[in-house]
């Protein structure tokens, strides 16, 4: 199958730092990426939709400025985490879409923030 | 949004017995992925599903578009220890674009 690689795997930043995720597709090419947040024993909540040279889709109730995401290339997506609180912290996945509609998921990004 | 009802949420089996899940929605869906998810770890695609009724398998796993097309079934044959996880299924609305809708995922414990 299709690789997506997250990095960092896990990151520790202090209340008010801003911490970058980086999302890429490996082997293939992804006009469209997901960006997600699992908590412990739940399910994936999406928080947005990023597309390709264009701005990022946000779900109900995720803020844009809080959350910042870039899709600059076909292979990478980032997520910005802006001024982190403690409650910022969790699984955060990205996924993206192949050629064939399947979607792959990344490793996953645990962030704490203290 | 958009809800996916997975059943069931948990199970507990002892090893080498068959397991069964399955997710029902509302709306018709052309598109149903199965996943599963190990601690800590993203999740891994299984099983992709793309018209009625096709019923694919995967090793020792078997899933299937339900005839509706509200549904699809997942099942795992003669459990090992290894299948522990959780797993999930995703599901893709008819005439939308590329958002995946996700169940609430189903637990399983192999009991050795």
């Known amino acids: 199958g299709a690789v997506v690689s997250q990095h960092p795997s896990w990151v520790i930043c202090k209340s008010g730092t801003s911490v970058k995720i980086e999302c890429r597709s490996l082997?293939?090419?992804?006009?469209?990426m997901f960006w997600y947040r699992q908590f412990p024993k739940q399910s994936l909540m999406l928080m947005a939709t990023s597309n390709e040279g264009s701005k990022a889709t946000y779900e109900q109730g995720v803020e844009k400025d809080k959350f910042l995401i870039n899709h600059a290339s076909l292979t990478l997506s980032t997520l910005t985490v802006t001024s982190a609180h403690p409650e910022d912290s969790s699984f955060y996945i990205c996924?993206?879409?192949?050629?064939?509609?399947?979607?792959?998921f990344g490793p996953g990004t645990r962030l704490t923030v203290l | 949004g958009q809800q996916l009802n997975q059943s069931p949420q948990s199970m507990f089996i002892q090893e080498g017995e068959d397991v069964s899940m399955n997710c029902t929605s509302s709306s018709i869906f052309n598109t149903w992925l199965w996943y599963k998810q190990d601690p800590g770890e993203g999740p891994v695609l299984l099983i992709a599903l793309y018209k009625a009724g096709e019923l694919t398998s995967n090793g020792r796993l078997t899933a299937q578009f339900g005839i509706t097309r509200k549904d699809s079934f997942l099942n795992i044959s003669a459990s090992i220890p290894s299948d522990v996880g959780i797993y999930f299924c995703a599901g893709r609305l008819e005439n939308t674009g590329n958002q995946f809708y996700f169940g609430t995922g189903t637990s399983l414990t192999v009991i050795p």
């Open positions: 996924s993206a879409i192949h050629y064939y509609n399947e979607q792959f």
């Open positions: 082997d293939f090419q992804a006009t469209t």
